[in-house]
């Protein structure tokens, strides 16, 4: 990686970390580059706005989620209750980053990127979460009995609530038996007798102790 690539990197992590810290509204230009301990003429060479810095980290993180669903998809050798798992999983894991109050900050905020953001996610990534998840219902392995939409939206909402740390030391949870625990509901209460038999993903089995 070049200097310039480096230095742009940097500046992406630093806002990433002041919006998620302090929200997309209430943090500056100003304030990111100090924290970077560079000028605000110097962060203008790379990014013409604080708006162009937020649309870079969210698609960004858009693009890597829908990647790592279309991996799984593809991946012929699992059946549903490992795909939706995996999908889960790896959803998870990306937005457990990015808390609610960003969400509702840029929601209330900047409606136009919010927009953007939500036609992405929904024509991009969560249709094709909702498709595996149609395709286990049709196959017997998940229950027809559950709105497919509400499903989806209590789990996002379950991460970016629940994955901070504030609440998991409250609970005495580390991040990855919070995590586990939120994909183990979500999967478990979907499962039909015929895909509770088959409930194999290594990623949702609960760890065995040892003695």
């Known amino acids: 990686m070049n200097e310039p690539d480096k230095t742009r990197a940097l500046i992406l992590e630093a806002a ?3 919006f998620v810290q302090f929200g997309f509204s209430q943090t ?3 304030d990111i580059a100090s924290s970077l301990g560079i000028s605000k003429a110097t962060l203008y060479k790379y990014f013409s706005s604080k708006e162009q810095l937020l649309r870079e980290i969210v698609f960004g993180l858009l693009r890597s989620i829908e990647a790592g669903v279309n991996s799984v ?3 012929e050798r699992k059946d549903f209750p490992q795909k939706l798992g995996e999908m889960l999983s790896f959803i998870g894991l990306k937005l457990a980053g990015i808390s609610g ?3 509702l900050d840029i929601q209330r905020n900047t ?3 919010w927009k953007e953001i ?3 996610r929904r024509e991009r990534i969560l249709s094709k979460l909702k498709r595996i998840i149609q395709e286990g219902v049709e196959n017997g392995v998940f229950r027809p009995d559950f709105d497919q939409d509400l499903l989806v939206l209590m789990y996002i909402t379950l991460i970016q609530n629940i994955m901070n740390p504030a609440t998991l030391v409250r609970f005495s949870l580390s991040f ?3 995590f586990e625990m939120i994909i183990r509901i979500v999967l478990e209460g979907i499962l039909a007798d015929k895909g509770r038999a088959r409930y194999i993903s290594p990623a949702l ?3 065995e102790k040892t003695s």
């Open 205 to 207: 089995r609960p760890q």
């Open 111 to 113: 409606p136009e990127i």
């Open 118 to 120: 939500d036609e992405f």
């Open 28 to 30: 500056t230009v100003e």
């Open 101 to 103: 109050l960003l969400t």
């Open 16 to 18: 990433r970390e002041q």
């Open 176 to 178: 990855n038996e919070g």
């Open 73 to 75: 998809i593809q991946d």
